[in-house]
């Protein structure tokens, strides 16, 4: 089993940035799909972005262009950089970690984009 452990949430104005990070672990990089999900209130719990075990990377048409995940193996943690924010993008987000049936998930990062 795998423990993912997100960091980075927070309170942020619009137009603002923020990175978030995911630390698994152990190393499940070379076998695992990451990917980071996210829930608004009332809503349900939708695909930000996923970057595969070769790095191929998909997002959401919603954040495409504004954010990027992307990995540092040597460090066990995936990021999601998040440029120019948004109030729709105010959310809980949530790490995944999958394999085959498989997945794990983290406890979850509030970001709040708000004036």
């Known amino acids: 089993q795998v423990q993912l452990v997100e960091s980075g949430g927070g309170l942020v104005q619009p137009g603002g940035s923020l990175r978030l990070s995911c630390a698994a672990s152990r190393n499940i990089f070379s076998s695992y799909v990451m990917g980071w999900y996210r829930q608004a209130p009332g809503k349900q719990r939708e695909l930000v972005a996923t970057t595969t075990t070769i790095g191929l990377t998909n997002y959401a048409d919603s954040v495409k262009g504004r954010f990027t995940i992307s990995r540092d193996n040597a460090k066990n943690t995936v990021y999601l950089q998040m440029n120019s924010l948004k109030p729709e993008d105010t959310a809980v987000y949530y790490c995944?970690?999958?394999?085959?049936?498989?997945?794990?998930w983290g406890q979850g990062t509030q970001v709040t984009v708000s004036s």
């Open positions: 995944n970690a999958r394999k085959g049936v498989y997945e794990q």
